[in-house]
């Protein structure tokens, strides 16, 4: 198996990427779903930021070094990753609020209706946004199954907020198809595309999406926190409310004037001063997901994915593979399930092999097909056969658990 993936990766057209960012040579990095990898040259880059645009420029550099505009520039990169034309989507905030404003502006443009659909287990702050405008009597949280979506949908339904790909399963939804059942009984859709950006084929256009968000740590490797997106639709853009509207969403910002006035298309979305320092690391991180191609990305993301589903039904049989078997309907990650996944996942990061754990049982492997190589997929399968027969994961310190799992 190892020589295997080590003659794909001598094959890999996408092999020299990985020296574009900081990993060591014995790191198997399969946790690029949840932090993605740092790009080498973003400490330059940040520190660039801060000791000229900051340090010796000051506040000449909103204008100068182009401060002010960099949600709309980064906007416009992400956009290109994801089916969406470039004024389209802004870099802006985190993806829990952008939720929240979207959420928000949907609700406003159905008036008289107030549920929003979803799924039970989908990511927690999705629901808990719902549930936020609930309590404020705006919002009536709904929930069906991902098989009973479709026949949920009905003429009450508002809005459908659905997450692409299943942070815990990697199951992926049909977008357009159920865009389209949305839109047949007049409600809108929110895309939550987290787990999806830079990761898997995503035509928000095609799709004809109304609105959609997503996280720039991830697959973007924007950094820890980094600035989230948000995309409006062309056509919902003119008349999209949002609630958090805050002097930089203004039309004239710098009018300083008492009433507010949204600013045209999707810079009505801001609220707040852009975050520079992190949302130059992300821009970094962007320009490395276009640089390679989405196409490209998509292509290996499937293989290192085959690659590992079919090794582990071989090799660890005793873990059920519970993300889908077709590569087309699952995102770029694998699931597995066993009564110890925690410190099976503890015993896997002690020999460098970094996946995590989802509670309750689930051991998941994301495949950042930026820098993932087939091999860090042939080592995670060897060092997980070691660790079960040796029985290694049952030392006592890989049953300990810290505040983030
Ligand atoms: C990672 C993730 C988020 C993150 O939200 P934050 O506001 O950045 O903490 C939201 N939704 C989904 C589906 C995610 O996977």
Redesign the pocket.
Known sequence: MMQQAERLDAADPLAKWRGEFLLDEGLAYLDGNSLGALPKVVPARVEEVVREEWGAQLIASWNDAGWIDLPQKVGGKIASLVGAQGHEVIAAD????N?FKLISAALAMRPGRKQVLSEPG??P??LYMIEGLEAQGLAERRLAERGNIEAALDENVALLLL?HVH?KTGEMFDMARLTKAAHDVGALVVW?L??SAGAVPVDLNGANADFAVG?G??YLNGGP?AP?FAYVAERHQAGLQQPLSGWMGHKAPFAFVDDYQPAPGVDRLLCSTPSVIAMSALEVGVDLMAGIGMEALVEKSRALSEFTRKAMAEHVPELPCISPADPAQRGSQLSFRHQHSYQLCQALIARNVIGDFRAPDVLRVGFAPAYVRFADCARLVEELRDILDSGEWQKPEYAERGAVT
């Open positions: 985190t993806t829990s609020i939720l989908n990511f702050s999705d997450t942070y939550d987290s787990h996280c740590y991830k926190g989230a």
